[in-house]
């Protein structure tokens, strides 16, 4: 663990896409890449002593400020956690909102927009989130753009931090011991407060608090009707579509991108759906790319299980095979690190020996293999140019080809046990993705396994349901049991697909209660619009076309990746995100009484909006 640690203290610092993270050890090296350039190309923002960002672009319009907000929501026992606070971390920009006051075409006065871009389990914000971020550009800061200068709007833009993450992280002289105070100490910590129900009524308490009307009265608007719409891709997506589905008197609509509301244990419909981006000619794919990643997993699986002698020239025996694949895939403590358990074997194989770029998959990226096209396009090279070398020997020189691409020098980290202790202790360093861990075994699951019987590409059998309960087990010490409900409480809760929430009367800091719902039981299934990519394996749990109805349309983006439509546009945006921009206008403006009707969409072929 040497290694490991100071890399983890890097990538868990600036990860800036939505994205949730995984537990899986070679990903993280990916992920330290991620955020190098990530930071690279994030515009530098210097905040005044009141939060304001003095970025000479737009940024300076941005105001960074915190708000008291209720520590647990649905207690009902008079105690002193009914009053507890914490401070919640919020930005706001007034730049679509005109002095004067918004007119509509007619002359007469129109309602003024409140959009928010929800928080999530991603790093820290900062004023960029209203300017220029993957999480709320393309679709709410251009449509405020649009509807502020061809219609005459008034449009206010926040952006709420997610609890426990950031700076919105519950402090000790706040409540109990929820988190220590400067450096990178260990320091206890108490989840009891962190939920996706509390998230929700943080989003439904934020719409209505002084802070917020306080913004908005600050206009000309104080004596409009205010609509709200949420916005969020990915967990915050969930959020964006809940909120709504439960406090529909507080937001007006939602726009949920690549949002996978189906909870889910066991989600090896993940690795199985990136296996067959592969196959997908549309963004470069190919069945011999395909079939060589399955083989050469399929090739190591046999070495490792003592059932091949490919892994030795001589074929001498399994031990060698060992000592021949941690050469080969530069194994961190050689074969012996293979030999130590089955689980660094599971670390090794079971996620993929090399990483297939489905969820974070980019046409335009410069990198030789840093998409599906590239992938597989260096693949098949490598067998054409070589055709007597291995399948296995393929994906061991695309493992290095992608570590050199990314400017990783290490290793392949495969200590089980280390990866373990790493997380069982916070920190500072840790604190952000130890707070969606926690989620995931208190909430969702979403583990993405490699299970005997799926088709998934990767060492099949090597990643079962049994590793992440083990880590919620010792981590969290969450009982494998325990996970289990907990991941169909949340279905119970919210609905899943069906969007028809049963939140009872639960009593509790994560339980929530039936007094959350807004007037009308069915409202709340109005007016959300659910986007997803056809290239992203989370679509596999989000509300697709197939599921749709005139309520809660959906729009399928061919070719495209994790909420990619709702990252800053560019000139290099194919059709289909172009088009699912412009289906989300349309639609937003339709039901704001700004168009008559929905505005067809070109290239049918690949963005299908289905309103049953």
């Known amino acids: 663990m040497k290694n490991l640690a100071p890399l983890l203290a890097l990538a868990l610092l600036h990860l800036t896409n939505a994205i949730p993270p995984r537990r899986r050890i070679p990903d993280i090296l990916e992920r330290i890449k991620q955020q190098q350039q990530q930071q690279q190309q994030k515009p530098e923002l210097q905040l005044t002593q009141d939060g304001a960002s003095k970025e000479d672009d737009a940024a300076g319009d941005v105001l960074v400020s915190y708000f008291d907000q209720r520590l647990d929501h649905f207690s009902k026992e008079d105690n002193v956690n009914n009053y507890a606070t914490f401070k919640q971390r919020y930005f706001y920009t007034p730049r679509f909102v005109q002095q004067s006051g918004s007119k509509s075409e007619g002359g007469g006065d129109k309602n003024a927009l409140a959009f928010l871009c929800v928080g999530g389990e991603g790093p820290a914000l900062d004023a960029s989130v209203l300017v220029d971020s993957v999480h709320c550009t393309g679709d709410m800061i251009e449509l405020a753009d649009k509807l502020s200068k061809e219609h005459g709007y008034d449009v206010h833009l926040f952006a709420l931090e997610h609890r426990y993450y950031g700076e919105s992280f519950p402090t000790q002289n706040q409540i109990g011991h929820l988190r220590g105070e400067g450096g990178d100490d260990e320091f206890e910590v108490d989840y009891t407060y962190l939920s996706s129900r509390q998230a929700v009524q943080d989003i439904a308490e934020f719409v209505k608090s002084s ?30 579509a809940w909120s709504h589905l439960l406090h529909p008197d507080a937001i007006f609509a939602a726009v949920s991108s690549s949002a996978p509301i189906q909870a889910r244990l066991d989600f090896q419909q993940y690795n199985e759906h990136a296996g067959s981006d592969l196959e997908d000619e549309f963004v470069g794919g190919s069945k011999q790319c395909h079939d060589i990643v399955k083989e050469g997993h399929e090739q190591v699986v046999a070495i490792l299980e003592g059932q091949s002698d490919e892994g030795n020239e001589d074929g001498d025996s399994a031990k060698d095979g060992l000592d021949r694949l941690a050469t080969l895939f530069d194994v961190c403590g050689g074969a012996d690190s293979l030999r130590e358990s089955k689980r660094n074997q599971e670390a090794f194989v079971g996620d993929g020996l090399i990483k297939i770029p489905a969820q974070e998959n980019d046409p335009s990226c410069k990198g030789e293999v840093c998409n599906i096209k590239g992938l597989c396009g260096s693949i098949v090279a490598e067998r054409k140019s070589n055709p007597g070398q291995s399948s ?25 046990k280390g990866f373990l202790e790493w997380f069982k202790t916070p920190t500072t360093q840790n604190a952000n993705d130890r ?37 919620c087990q010792v981590v969290f010490g969450i009982e494998p049991e ?131």
């Open 392 to 416: 296995m020997e393929i994906l061991a020189s695309i493992s290095k080809l992608q570590g050199k691409e990314k400017k990783e020098n290490s290793c392949t980290e495969v200590d089980w």
């Open 211 to 240: 802070e917020a009307m306080e913004h908005l009265n600050s206009s000309q608007d104080s004596e409009k009707t205010i609509q709200w719409i949420t916005f969020g891709g990915s967990y915050p997506g969930m959020l964006s």
């Open 482 to 612: 325990t996970v289990r409900k907990n991941v169909e409480s949340t279905l119970t809760y919210y609905g899943g697909w069906s969007l028809t929430p049963n939140t009872g009367e639960q009593v509790g800091p994560s339980s929530g209660g039936s007094n959350m719902l807004g007037n009308g039981e069915d409202n709340g299934q109005k007016r959300i619009i659910s986007v997803t990519g056809t290239v992203d394996p989370w679509t596999e749990l989000a509300l697709t076309e197939k599921m749709a109805n005139k309520d809660h349309p959906s729009i399928s983006v061919r070719g495209a990746s994790h909420h990619f439509w709702t990252h800053k546009t560019e000139d290099s945006d194919s059709d289909s995100i172009v088009g699912a921009r412009q289906t989300i206008y349309d639609t937003l403006s339709d039901w704001l009484g700004v168009t008559s009707h929905l505005v067809s969409i070109t290239g049918g072929e690949t963005v299908v909006i289905n309103t049953k």
């Open 435 to 471: 707070s969606w861990l926690y989620q995931t075994c208190s909430e969702f699951g979403f583990y993405q396994t490699c299970n005997h019987d799926s088709t998934c590409l990767y060492g099949r059998g090597y990643h079962d349901i049994s590793q992440d309960l083990e880590f």
